[in-house]
């Protein structure tokens, strides 16, 4: 045991040490979770006014999740959609609604909701752009009309440039 | 062309018929939005005092994500580790922590990780609990020691009292 | 099928527009792909030299697949284990080894590698740093033994500094 | 602890033995790492050429991942579908805008997307051919339109006979 113990103590040092240098990882051109918390809070605040219940989801420029809400009593599936609709914005950098107008049958990227674990392509995904046009996120909002949704995800991602 | 159309309109009519019932849906004894938020921003304040760059996850009673927040520079590795951590609380009604006393080899839970699509049983995963001692949810952290993740968690789940 | 046609003529001019948009997306203190080539085609030097066949993965500082190559003959179960090495590696910025020997039994984070969609924890897998110790990317080497895989790794990320 | 340094040397000699034997395990017919190498870097230089910014994905005859790049600033969303084209070409030994004619609603093969842990069936993956005709393997290319991409992965995959 007590060979245990030293190992759990050189492992807490190792650890700590390697902590102190993550702070050095933070890429630029990245929505930081001060801008995040703004996006995400304002998309809430719009959804309020509405009287939607909202699923929101903010991704930073790498597409992993930085902050999520989920409004009460808001549909238990928009979830999974909202983290989807943001992350698929981000992925081809445009709004989901517009990738849906040429994944349909026929279209020139038929199914392309198959690859990357599953995509969504309705509306309710936008790019979050910051003043120069640089895409550094995205926000993703599900449980309301599709419009909804989209016009709610677009005041949000706005509020980064206020 | 027409038909489509229609069914666009009966389908419209019919998510709004279950949106405005979607208010109903919520289950007592479960944590709100407005609580979630509440129980982030703590746990977030308390990371940011004692400098640990930290992902958090409050999920509630049915154990689906609410509310999540990513500091800026924490481990990429910890947005799933926070939001299972969180999960593995609730599924269970206990620290994460405690759970791993009793997953290790020739533990009575042995590898109980493996299940439900993957568990984390190191601390920094807590129950959430209202006044009466009612779990209502449960917060992940991760991102600092497992000291350190636990704290912060505890001092998050905590502000449900306050 | 005029109108179809008509709109794949409009879903083109669509994409080629946001195409151009697409150059302004990349970030900053990330690996290039010029830089990703130069390390991968180093740790395959490596391991010609000593003679071990190798799956050697590059990703980006958003744990991305950047580069990539299998060497003829090596270890079809390696391809996975490449990739999952340096996704390892960059999600907690250490060496896999190094987080290896805090995931076993009894240690702080024993099956931490039940997350992410599975990590791999033993050695092979070693963050790319900058010339200012920055973190840009990382890479996974399998195939050899854990020493060679670790040392193949390290000669293919110092080869950035060069 | 003898009988695990025991089995540490056991299991290390029984290692060495198998990495001497597959360089008997290369299959014939298959694309070599050299070859896979030539492929992607004639397309790599093609879309640079055309300024197209492209994932590139290699498979080989067996449909396992042989060789990749992402080029600065494509789409995040590219790589895994760089991929999926390039193991869909492979799977059904055509390019991957021949097996979409024939997937559409109504179609002989309708919705086989869904097989395989999913494929692409719009253009940009091409079957890769020895002097014999021969199918030796596959390239993928996504991040710019459906014909650039099919053009460029034709490019890779004829600078095999050269």
Redesign the interface.
Known sequence: MNS?KH??IC??A???T??S??????????I??EE??KVLLTAKKEAEKLG??ENIAVI?????????????????GS?DIAIKKAK?A?????ATG?LG??SQ????????E????G?ITFPGGVPIKDE????IGAIGVS???IEEDHDIATVGANAILQ
Chains 1, 2, 3, 4 share one sequence.
């Open positions: 245990l190992f759990k492992a807490f190792l650890l700590l390697l902590l240098n993550t702070v050095h990882a933070q890429i630029s051109n990245d930081s979770h995040a918390l939607v219940l930073d420029a790498c597409a992993n999740l930085k902050a999520f809400i989920r409004m009460d009593g808001s549909f238990l979830i698929t981000r992925y081809f950098n445009m517009d107008k040429i049958p026929g279209g020139i990227v038929y199914n392309i198959l690859s990357n674990g995509l120069n046009g640089t895409i449980g309301g009309t």
